[in-house]
């Protein structure tokens, strides 16, 4: 089971900060690659960011990059997206998955486990 974890509110400023925790409980997350995705309203699931079972093995959309970091933390089964200089494009439900496939893996169907997925709104 993957759990979702929300460690900030979901609700923040134009240029504001948040924090994602994405936490594992019945396997572990280190032989996984993680993905966030981001769900506007109306919209299909789009990839935000991902990690591979290598820390180094990283993927970020366009959109984020340079604003949002993700990092995995093996002790403590949890994968976290740091979520900096926060715009209201980047308003819409945050989703984390997992994949048995690298991050080359960008499309929603190619991930197996899914957490609930948290609504974050950036107001301007």
């Known amino acids: 089971q993957l759990e979702f974890v929300d460690s900030g509110g979901g609700l923040v400023q134009f240029g504001g900060s948040l924090t994602r925790s994405c936490v594992a409980s019945g396997f572990p997350l280190e032989h996984h690659a993680v993905g966030w995705f981001r769900q506007a309203p109306g919209e299909e699931h789009a990839p935000v960011s991902c990690i591979g079972v290598d820390e180094g093995d990283t993927y970020s959309a366009d959109s984020v990059k340079g604003r949002f970091t993700i990092s995995r933390d093996n002790t403590q089964n949890t994968v976290y997206l740091q979520m900096n200089s926060l715009k209201p494009e980047d308003t819409g439900v945050y989703y984390c998955?997992?994949?048995?496939?690298?991050?080359?893996?960008?499309?929603?169907?190619?991930?197996?486990?899914w957490g609930q997925g948290t609504q974050v709104t950036v107001s301007s």
């Open positions: 998955a997992v994949t048995p496939l690298d991050c080359g893996a960008d499309q929603s169907y190619e991930y197996d486990y």
